[in-house]
C-alpha cells in the first residue's frame, strides 16, 4: 500500500489489505546472521537458493533483490535489445514491461482472457508474436496460472522464449504439464519476496531456469558479471577474479535470505488458510450476484495472492472504495493497466490498439483484504461492506 491508494489522513482499519507471517523464527534467523557479521549475499543465500529449487523441483535458483531484478537479468541473460519485441500483459505491474523498455526492446501489450480469467491470452499471443518476438511474459495473476500449456507450445514453434512472471504464486502446481510447479513450466521463472506477497524477505526475488548455462548466466550478472564472488574469495583465499560481461549488483543480502528460509517453510500453512479465506469471501459475495469474482470456477492450485472481485459496470470505484475506508476495510487496484499509463502512450503508443477486455475490466477491479492472519469474520466484514457500498453506490442509477 502505497501514500497514493488512500486518500489523506489516519484511517483506523478493521481489516487491513494484507500483512506479513513474520515472526519469532524469522527475528531469531536474522540474529543469527547478524551475529555472523556476514551480511552480503553468501552461505545463507546459498541455501536459500537450494532449498528454494528443491521446493520447486528445480535443478538449482538463483537469489536476487527484487522480482523486477528477476526480470531484468532474464532479459539481459536473453540478450534481449533494441529491434527486440517483448509480449507483455497490460493488466500486470509495471515491472515486465519496464524492463523490456529499459532493454531497449519495445514492450508489445497483450489483452486478458476474460472477466473471469485475468491471464494473459494464449490466442492474443499468437496473433502479435512476429519475426521481432524474442519473448512473451506470461504472469500469473493472483497467483491463478496463466494457460502455461497453450502459451508454451505458442513459444516453442516460433522459437520464443516464455518467461514466466510468478511474482504472486510461489510454489503453486501449474495443473499443466505433468503438474510441475509454476516458474518451472517456461524457460524462465521470476519470483518477487516484496513485503506484501504470500512469503516475503521485505524486497528480494528469485530465479530458475530450465537451460543450466543461462541460469548461470543470469547468476553472473546478477553480481557485476564477476567470476568469483567476494564470498568464495574470503573463504577460499582468491586473489584476483575477471569480469566476463556488463553485469549488475542484483545481489540479496543474507538478512534478507535467512527471511526466505523460514518464509518458504511457512507457505503451505499460509496458503490453507488463503484458501478458507477465499471461500469465505466467495461465499459471502454471492449474496450480490452483480458483483464479478473472478477465477471463481478455477479448480486447481492457487497461491491465493489477492482477493481480487469486479464491481457492476456503472458502479464508481471511488465511491465504493470511500465506503469501504469508512467502514474501516482497506483496499487497493491490482492493476492500473500498463498500456494507458503516460510513458508507454508516449514511447510506444501503446494505447493505439485497444485491449477490449483489459479496457473493460481495470476500472471495475478492486483488491480486498488477504492474508493469512485474517480471520474468517474478517472477510465476511469486508464482503459485507463491500455489498453494501455496492448498493449504495448504485441507488439512483438505472
Not at 506479513?20 to 551475529?35: K, N, Q
Not at 518467461?163 to 513450466?185: C, F, K, N, Q, Y
Not at 548466466?217 to 546478477?222: D, I, T, V
Amino acid at each position: 500500500m502505497t501514500a497514493a491508494d488512500e486518500p489523506a489522513g489516519e484511517p483506523v482499519w478493521k481489516v487491513t489489505l494484507a500483512d506479513s507471517t513474520i515472526d519469532v523464527e524469522e527475528i531469531a534467523a536474522v540474529t543469527e546472521v547478524l551475529r555472523s557479521r556476514w551480511l552480503t549475499a553468501g552461505r545463507v543465500t546459498r541455501d536459500f537458493e537450494r532449498e528454494f529449487a528443491a521446493a520447486h523441483g528445480a535443478p538449482d535458483a538463483v537469489a536476487v533483490s527484487s522480482g523486477t531484478a528477476a526480470l531484468h537479468l532474464a532479459a539481459l541473460a536473453l540478450g534481449i535489445g533494441p529491434g527486440d519485441e517483448v509480449i507483455v500483459p497490460s493488466l500486470s505491474f509495471v515491472a515486465s514491461a519496464a524492463v523490456t523498455a529499459l532493454s531497449g526492446a519495445t514492450p508489445v501489450f497483450a489483452d486478458v482472457v476474460a472477466p473471469d480469467d485475468l491471464t494473459i491470452d494464449p490466442a492474443e499471443v499468437r496473433r502479435l508474436i512476429t519475426p521481432r518476438t524474442r519473448a512473451v511474459v506470461a504472469m500469473h495473476y493472483a497467483g491463478h496460472p496463466a494457460r502455461l500449456g497453450e502459451l508454451a507450445e505458442a513459444a516453442r514453434e516460433h522459437g520464443v522464449t516464455l518467461i514466466e512472471d510468478a511474482a504472486h504464486a510461489p510454489l503453486v502446481r501449474s495443473g499443466e504439464d505433468g503438474g510441475g510447479m509454476l516458474g518451472t513450466v517456461g524457460d524462465i521463472g521470476c519470483f518477487s519476496f516484496y513485503s506484501s506477497k504470500n512469503m516475503t524477505t521485505g524486497e528480494g526475488g528469485m530465479l530458475v531456469a530450465r537451460d543450466p548455462a543461462l541460469l548461470e548466466r543470469m547468476r553472473s550478472l546478477r553480481s557485476h558479471a564477476l567470476s568469483t564472488s567476494t564470498w568464495d574469495r574470503t573463504r577460499g583465499g582468491v586473489a584476483g577474479y575477471d569480469v566476463d560481461g556488463a553485469g549488475l549488483n542484483y545481489r540479496p543480502t543474507e538478512i534478507s535470505s535467512a527471511l526466505g528460509r523460514v518464509q518458504l517453510g511457512r507457505l503451505p500453512t499460509d496458503r490453507a488458510r488463503r484458501r478458507r479465506l477465499v471461500a469465505d469471501y466467495r461465499a459471502a459475495l454471492a449474496a450480490e450476484p452483480r458483483i464479478g469474482v473472478p477465477f471463481a470456477e478455477r479448480t486447481g492450485d492457487s497461491a491465493h495472492h489477492l482477493m481480487a472481485v469486479l464491481l457492476p459496470p456503472g458502479v464508481p470505484r471511488d465511491e465504493v472504495r470511500a465506503h469501504l475506508r469508512s467502514a474501516g476495510v482497506q483496499t487497493s487496484v491490482h492493476y492500473p493497466p500498463t498500456h494507458r499509463f503516460s510513458h508507454y502512450r508516449r514511447a510506444f503508443a501503446s494505447d493505439r490498439r485497444p485491449l477490449p477486455v483489459t479496457d473493460e475490466v481495470t476500472p471495475r477491479l478492486l483488491s480486498l483484504p488477504l492474508h493469512s492472519r485474517m480471520t474468517g469474520a474478517e472477510a465476511v466484514l469486508a464482503a459485507d461492506a463491500l455489498i453494501a457500498a455496492v448498493r449504495r453506490s448504485g441507488e439512483g442509477r438505472p
